[in-house]
C-alpha cells in the first residue's frame, strides 16, 4: 500500500522499490502525460505553501555567446576524467551511507548533488530528490531529478514511487494515480501497486 511518506524520511524508500484493474494507459497517452507529473501545480494543495503570495522565479543569467574563433577558451564542458568517475562513485556511496546513517545531511546533499552532476544514476537521482522535496525552494529540482532518473531508467519502479509519493502527499491523487499507472504499464502483476490504487478510489 502506498501511503504518503514524511519528506525528511522519504529518501529510504529507494531500498524498497516496490510498493491492474483500473485504467493503464496507452503508451502514446502516458506519454503526452507524463510531462504533467513534472510540473508543479499551483492548484495542486501544498499545505506548506498555503496562503503565501508566490514568489517570482529569478530570471536566468545570460550567457555569454565566444567571439569566433575562440573555441579553445570556452571548454567548460569537457567529459569528466577517469579519475572524475571514480571520486564521484565514491562521493555517492559516501553520502548515501550518511542519509541512511543519519549524518549531516546538508552535508550529504552537497556532496550527492555535486557528484551525479558528473555521474548521475537513477538510483542517486531519487535519492537526492527525496531529500531535496521536503525543501520548498527545491521541489521543482526534486521534481526535474526524479524526471531524469525515469528517462534514464524507464522501468525503475523506485522513481515512478517517488513520484507518487511526491504528488500523494501534496494531494494530488490524479498525479499519484498516473505515476502508480506507469509502473502497471510494465509490471501489470504489481499487487501493492493495485492495491494503492484501490485505496486512491475513481478517478476525478
Known amino acids: 500500500m502506498l501511503a504518503p511518506v514524511r519528506a525528511e524520511t522519504a529518501y529510504n524508500t529507494h531500498r524498497t522499490g516496490r510498493l491492474t484493474r483500473r485504467h493503464v494507459p496507452k503508451p502514446e497517452q502516458a506519454a503526452s502525460e507524463d510531462d504533467m507529473l513534472f510540473r508543479r501545480?499551483?492548484?495542486?494543495g501544498d499545505s506548506h505553501d498555503a496562503g503565501k503570495p508566490e514568489r517570482p522565479e529569478p530570471a536566468a543569467p545570460r550567457e555569454?555567446?565566444?567571439?569566433?574563433?575562440?573555441?579553445?577558451?570556452?571548454?567548460?564542458?569537457?567529459?569528466?576524467?577517469?579519475?572524475d568517475l571514480d571520486k564521484a562513485e565514491a562521493d555517492k556511496q559516501t553520502a548515501i551511507r550518511m542519509l541512511d546513517s543519519g549524518g549531516d545531511a546538508r552535508v550529504a546533499v552537497r556532496m550527492l548533488s555535486a557528484a551525479v552532476e558528473v555521474s548521475p544514476d537513477p538510483d542517486s537521482l531519487v535519492v537526492l530528490a527525496q531529500v531535496e522535496q521536503a525543501n520548498p525552494l527545491w521541489r521543482q529540482k526534486a521534481l526535474d531529478r526524479l524526471k531524469k532518473a525515469v528517462a534514464m531508467?524507464?522501468?525503475?519502479?523506485?522513481?515512478w514511487l517517488a513520484i507518487a509519493n511526491y504528488w500523494g502527499v501534496r494531494g494530488d491523487k490524479d498525479k499519484q494515480r498516473r505515476a502508480m499507472q506507469r509502473i502497471l504499464a510494465y509490471d501489470p502483476n504489481n499487487r501493492e501497486v493495485r492495491e494503492a490504487l484501490d485505496l486512491l478510489g475513481p478517478e476525478s
Open 41 to 44: 501545480d499551483k492548484s495542486s
Open 153 to 159: 531508467s524507464p522501468r525503475h519502479t523506485g522513481a
Open 64 to 83: 555569454l555567446a565566444p567571439s569566433p574563433g575562440f573555441d579553445h577558451l570556452f571548454d567548460a564542458h569537457d567529459a569528466p576524467t577517469a579519475s
